[in-house]
């Protein structure tokens, strides 16, 4: 059985690792070349791009923004020292609701909670790999990630294909 953590536990590099699985459909790969000691990915989802770009939404409000901008609906509370975080994220009916020291980590809990539900498990890879469907597979340190052209449909396919003349 996986150990679980909470996400209302979660912090650090383990709550980057998995706001950054949470921002690709289960159908989609995203691939981690480094996980320590930051995290460094590289995804597509829709027109969303990252490629092999540092992703640490508990320390960076860029990376933080990745995440806002998926909200439908945000309430932030502070008091006492705590932020809580209640939030719709795309098309998810139900608000996901957390709690964090800064607003930074209540909305990145209220994120990976939104995807996840109330436990993800704790033994994430600290090695370069690559998720789909749920399923890890390791990658070779230093592999190259793919292309935007390895995105690409069946041959012919001229998606991304802006015709320019190539320079000599």
């Not at 690709?24 to 990915?41: H, L, Q, Y």
């Not at 390791?138 to 990630?145: F, I, Q, R, S, W």
Request: glycine share 8%.
């Amino acid at each position: 059985m996986e150990a679980a953590m909470k996400v209302s536990e979660l912090d650090g590099r383990a709550l980057d690792y998995w706001c950054a699985r949470a921002l690709v459909d289960d159908d989609e790969e995203i691939r981690f070349a480094e996980v320590e000691p930051g995290i460094v990915v590289t995804l597509a989802h829709g027109e969303f791009r990252k490629l092999n770009e540092r992703f640490m939404p508990t320390d960076e409000w860029r990376d933080a923004g990745d995440i806002l901008e998926r909200i439908r609906d945000l309430q932030l509370k502070a008091q006492e020292g705590r932020v809580l975080c209640i939030a719709r994220f795309g098309d998810r009916l139900d608000p996901s609701e957390a709690e964090g020291a800064n607003i930074r980590l209540a909305l990145s809990r209220a994120f990976v909670r939104a995807r996840f539900g109330d436990s993800v498990d704790d033994r994430y890879p600290r090695e370069p790999h690559a998720v789909r469907r749920g399923v890890v597979t390791p990658l070779a340190t230093g592999a190259v990630p793919p292309s935007p052209a390895d995105d690409r449909g069946a041959a012919g396919d001229e998606t991304g294909d802006i015709r320019s003349v190539p320079r000599m």
